[in-house]
């Protein structure tokens, strides 16, 4: 059975230091978010360093929410140079299948650059799977198939481990699958909390060698935190200060009562 404290506990101990090519609109929230659960977030963009970040960091976020070409190579270039360092490299797809730039970028680092994991909502996940679905801006907006079929056909395609979130998150490498319902309906009323969950993944990816095993132990976590966080939040804005409060008084006790993980 999954341990998800026991990977926290790591993530606090080791203190990961966790590179972010991000978007500039969440940010501070996924450099927040990694601080109080323990690790250490650096955001460095500039072509002219990520490769020298990338190879002194314990895990990488390529998160393409506000994209722009010259920003492509500066994934590829950090991407690359964590593949020589091996930590694992987290791609979060934001927006993929809603404009041409976003989703040949992002197939374009699923071909040059190995990845650990690649997260996305059900649509995003659906366009790189090569099934219909449909994207408004960022949000999910529709997807044609069962999202644990999906999640598996864009595993076995890239080879690597695929984190579907939604109201059930999905994570599987095509072989283990795992079904993570943690998590409250606030989460999705802000902006940010799924660039947050790829930048939460990554920290746990750094200590733990499993992706499918760190990815479900982040995404619990963090959905537990979201719904002790909405006990007592009175809308969105007390919402999000009571969620890094909850992350970051997370203790062994609550983590393994909530849990709320199978395998399938």
Not at 29 to 36: K, N
Not at 88 to 111: C, F, M, N, Q, Y
Not at 127 to 137: I, Y
Not at 151 to 161: I, N, S, W
Request: proline share 3%; net charge positive; glycine share 8%.
């Amino acid at each position: 059975m999954l341990n998800a404290y026991a990977i926290l506990k790591k993530v606090r101990e080791e203190k990961p230091l966790i590179h972010h090519i991000t978007n500039w609109v969440t940010i501070y929230d996924c450099a927040s978010i990694v601080r109080a659960f323990g690790a250490l977030p650096v955001m460095a963009h500039a072509a002219e360093e990520v490769e020298e970040m990338a190879s002194i960091a314990s895990a990488l976020v390529l998160n393409i929410g506000t994209l722009t070409p010259t920003l492509v190579e500066s994934m590829l270039r950090a991407g690359k140079a964590a593949n020589k360092k091996k930590i694992p490299v987290i791609l979060d797809a934001v927006g993929v299948g809603a404009t041409k730039l976003r989703t040949e970028s992002a197939l374009r680092i699923i071909r040059e650059v190995k990845l650990a994991v690649i997260k996305g909502n059900s649509a995003e996940i659906g366009v790189l799977a090569g099934v219909k679905a449909s994207v408004r801006g960022v949000e999910a907006a529709g997807l044609q198939g069962n999202p644990i079929e999906v999640a598996l056909r864009l595993a076995h395609k890239t080879h690597t481990t695929v984190a579907l979130t939604g109201k059930q998150d999905v994570i599987t490498d095509g072989k283990k699958t795992m079904l993570c319902n943690n998590g409250h309906a606030m989460m999705g009323c802000l902006v940010g909390t799924g660039c947050m969950a790829a930048s939460v993944i990554a920290a746990f990816c750094a200590v733990e060698g499993d992706p499918v095993k760190a990815s479900t132990a982040a995404l619990s976590c963090f959905g537990i935190a979201g719904e002790l966080a909405a006990r007592k939040a009175r809308g969105p804005g007390t919402f999000k200060e009571r969620l890094y409060d909850s992350v970051y008084n997370l203790d062994e006790k609550t983590v393994r009562r909530m849990q709320n993980v199978d395998e399938v």
